[in-house]
């Protein structure tokens, strides 16, 4: 397998994301042209953030290189470095939808991030499938960079 970098997305999550800013965006829209002022400056401020919701959920994914993994959510963005990485799994997005699963990044300090921008909304073969296949990608580009970064060598020859 020969990736330099990888992108996974949520497609359902985003059209979710983006239908539902969307509608938002528009409802502000309509409502602008009449009222009062008062009223036409909260149509205004329901439709910037019902534009911005769509643009961020348009957005939304998780990027990998061999530096490490970015996560781009509507709420908070999260970029995690491989070294803070001892192993790629697939888990439960715990919080969300049921049946929900999404790879998981193990962090050496104990903790675990679940990239949930990249989770799968259905526990089918065929998900499981895309979500096994996610987690492998990821580890080909933790390896690589666990050749190829002094840091981490520096923190293994600390241990040893
Ligand atoms: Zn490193």
Redesign the pocket.
């Known amino acids: 397998m020969d990736l330099n970098q990888v992108r996974f997305f949520s497609i359902w999550q985003r059209l979710t994301v983006v239908m539902g800013g969307g509608v938002f965006s528009l409802v502000g829209l309509v409502d602008l042209s009449s009222g009062s002022w008062a009223a036409r400056a909260f149509y205004a401020f329901i439709f910037v953030f019902g534009a911005a919701i769509a643009v961020l959920g348009a957005r939304a994914g998780v990027f990998a290189d061999d530096k490490g993994v970015l996560q781009r959510a509507v709420g908070l963005s999260k970029y995690i470095?491989?070294?803070d990485v001892s192993k790629v799994s697939v888990g439960p997005g715990d919080g969300m939808a049921p049946a929900t699963i999404a790879p998981v990044l193990e962090k050496v300090d104990g903790s675990s991030v679940v990239l949930l921008s990249a989770a799968s909304y259905g526990a089918s073969t065929e998900a499981r499938m895309r979500m096994q296949s996610q987690r492998d990608q990821l580890e080909v580009l933790r390896l690589r960079?666990l050749k190829n970064?002094n840091?981490?060598r520096l923190d293994r020859a600390e241990k040893a």
């Open positions: 470095f491989w070294c960079h970064c840091q981490c």
